[in-house]
C-alpha cells in the first residue's frame, strides 16, 4: 500500500518535467514575437496591380521631311525637278507641343528578395497638336544655253503647311526595380509604344519661265553667228515673254504611328495594397507622312495591388 503514494509522486515529478516543453512547442511562436500580432505589415509588391494617373508632357513634332515625298512624286517628270530639285527644300520646321492629360496602367510583378521584375501596359489620352511653322521660298535659276543658244529663266515659288494631332497612346513596358526600406520602389523601364494621330498636309509648287532665243546678224556678206540675248524677266502683261505652271498635293487622314518609350519613376507604399507613383517618360515616335513626334512627360499617379 504504500507504493502508491510514491508511484503518485513519480507521476506528478514527470508531468511537471514534460508540460513545459509541451507548451514551448504549442505557443513558442507567439511567445517569441514571430506572430505579426502588433507589429507593422510588410507591403506587398509582388503580384498585380492597377491605377491611374495625371501627367504634363512637353515635346516636339519635326515637319521637316512632311512635304518631300508629295513634292517629289507631283512634281515628277519636270525640268523643274529633275534640275532643281524643289522638294528638298526646307519648307516647313519643328514646332513645340504641350498637353496636359491623365492615363491609367496595369501590370504584373515578381518579386526576388529586394529585386523586383515585372511587365506593364499604360494607355494615356493626351490633347496635342502641333502646326508647322514655314515661310514660303522663292528662287530664281537659268538654265545654260541649249545647243541652239537659247536661255530659259525659272522663277520659282513653294509653300506648304502640315499639322498633327495626337490622339492617344498606349504603351508595353518591362521594369525593374530594387525595393528600399519595404516602403520605396525605384525603378527604370523599357517599352513599345503605339497610338493614333490625325495630319494634314498642303504644299503647292508654282513657276514661270521666260526663254529667250539668240538672233542672228551677220558679218561681212556670208557668216551668221548667233548671239544670245539676256534673258528677261516673265512679264505676265505680255503672254508671250512667260509660261506659267503650277503643281501640288494635299493630304488629310488618321494612322498608326509605333514607337518607342523609356524612363524611371518610384512607387512608395502607403499601405499593403495602396502607393503612390511619380514617374518621368520619354517616347519617342518614327515618322509618319514625314512628320517626327517625340514626347517627354511627368506623371504623378495612385495604384493598387492584390
Same mark, same amino acid.
Given at each position: 500500500?504504500?507504493?502508491?503514494?510514491?508511484? =503518485?509522486?513519480?507521476?506528478?515529478?514527470?508531468?511537471?518535467?514534460?508540460?513545459?516543453?509541451?507548451?514551448?512547442?504549442?505557443?513558442?511562436?507567439?511567445?517569441?514575437?514571430?506572430?505579426?500580432?502588433?507589429?507593422? $505589415?510588410?507591403?506587398? =509588391?509582388? +503580384?498585380?496591380?492597377?491605377?491611374?494617373?495625371?501627367?504634363?508632357?512637353?515635346?516636339?513634332?519635326?515637319?521637316?521631311?512632311?512635304?518631300?515625298?508629295?513634292?517629289?512624286?507631283?512634281?515628277?517628270?519636270?525640268?523643274?525637278?529633275?534640275?532643281?530639285?524643289?522638294?528638298?527644300?526646307?519648307?516647313?520646321?519643328?514646332?513645340?507641343?504641350?498637353?496636359?492629360?491623365?492615363?491609367?496602367?496595369?501590370?504584373?510583378?515578381?518579386?526576388?528578395?529586394?529585386?523586383?521584375?515585372?511587365?506593364?501596359?499604360?494607355?494615356?489620352?493626351?490633347?496635342?497638336?502641333?502646326?508647322?511653322?514655314?515661310?514660303?521660298?522663292?528662287?530664281?535659276?537659268?538654265?545654260?544655253?541649249?545647243?541652239?543658244?537659247?536661255?530659259?529663266?525659272?522663277?520659282?515659288?513653294?509653300?506648304?503647311?502640315?499639322?498633327?494631332?495626337?490622339?492617344?497612346?498606349?504603351?508595353?513596358?518591362?521594369?525593374?526595380?530594387?525595393?528600399?526600406?519595404?516602403?520605396?520602389?525605384?525603378? +527604370?523601364?523599357?517599352?513599345?509604344?503605339?497610338?493614333?494621330?490625325?495630319?494634314?498636309?498642303?504644299?503647292?509648287?508654282?513657276?514661270?519661265?521666260?526663254?529667250?532665243?539668240?538672233?542672228?546678224?551677220?558679218?561681212?556678206?556670208?557668216?551668221?553667228?548667233?548671239?544670245?540675248?539676256?534673258?528677261?524677266?516673265?512679264?505676265?502683261?505680255?503672254?508671250?515673254?512667260?509660261?506659267?505652271?503650277?503643281?501640288?498635293?494635299?493630304?488629310?487622314?488618321?494612322? =498608326?504611328?509605333?514607337?518607342?518609350?523609356? +524612363?524611371?519613376?518610384?512607387?512608395?507604399?502607403?499601405?499593403?495594397?495602396?502607393?503612390?507613383?511619380?514617374?518621368?517618360?520619354?517616347?519617342?515616335?518614327?515618322?509618319?507622312?514625314? $512628320?517626327?513626334?517625340?514626347?517627354?512627360?511627368?506623371?504623378?499617379?495612385?495604384?493598387?495591388?492584390?
Amino acid at each position: 500500500m504504500e507504493s502508491a503514494p510514491v508511484r =503518485w509522486v513519480l507521476c506528478a515529478v514527470l508531468l511537471c518535467a514534460f508540460a513545459p516543453s509541451a507548451a514551448a512547442q504549442e505557443f513558442g511562436p507567439a511567445l517569441r514575437g514571430s506572430e505579426s500580432v502588433g507589429q507593422p $505589415i510588410r507591403p506587398k =509588391w509582388s +503580384g498585380f496591380y492597377f491605377g491611374g494617373d495625371v501627367a504634363f508632357g512637353s515635346g516636339n513634332a519635326n515637319f521637316s521631311n512632311a512635304t518631300q515625298s508629295p513634292l517629289a512624286y507631283a512634281l515628277r517628270d519636270t525640268v523643274v525637278e529633275a534640275d532643281f530639285n524643289p522638294s528638298s527644300w526646307p519648307l516647313l520646321g519643328t514646332a513645340t507641343v504641350q498637353s496636359s492629360f491623365v492615363g491609367g496602367y496595369a501590370g504584373y510583378d515578381t518579386q526576388w528578395q529586394d529585386v523586383i521584375l515585372g511587365a506593364e501596359i499604360t494607355y494615356a489620352h493626351p490633347n496635342v497638336k502641333a502646326t508647322a511653322p514655314g515661310t514660303p521660298m522663292g528662287r530664281s535659276f537659268t538654265n545654260a544655253p541649249d545647243a541652239t543658244g537659247a536661255e530659259t529663266e525659272y522663277d520659282i515659288i513653294a509653300g506648304a503647311s502640315a499639322s498633327l494631332q495626337l490622339t492617344d497612346y498606349g504603351t508595353a513596358r518591362a521594369r525593374a526595380g530594387w525595393v528600399v526600406d519595404d516602403i520605396f520602389l525605384p525603378y +527604370g523601364f523599357v517599352g513599345l509604344a503605339v497610338g493614333r494621330a490625325n495630319y494634314t498636309s498642303s504644299s503647292t509648287v508654282s513657276w514661270t519661265t521666260a526663254t529667250t532665243v539668240p538672233t542672228p546678224y551677220l558679218v561681212g556678206t556670208s557668216v551668221v553667228t548667233l548671239t544670245p540675248q539676256p534673258v528677261l524677266p516673265c512679264d505676265p502683261s505680255v503672254p508671250e515673254t512667260c509660261a506659267s505652271y503650277s503643281e501640288g498635293n494635299d493630304q488629310t487622314g488618321n494612322a =498608326w504611328i509605333y514607337g518607342f518609350d523609356a +524612363g524611371v519613376g518610384v512607387d512608395v507604399a502607403l499601405m499593403r495594397n495602396v502607393f503612390l507613383r511619380g514617374e518621368f517618360e520619354y517616347v519617342h515616335f518614327f515618322p509618319v507622312k514625314g $512628320i517626327t513626334l517625340e514626347l517627354a512627360t511627368a506623371r504623378a499617379g495612385v495604384g493598387f495591388k492584390f
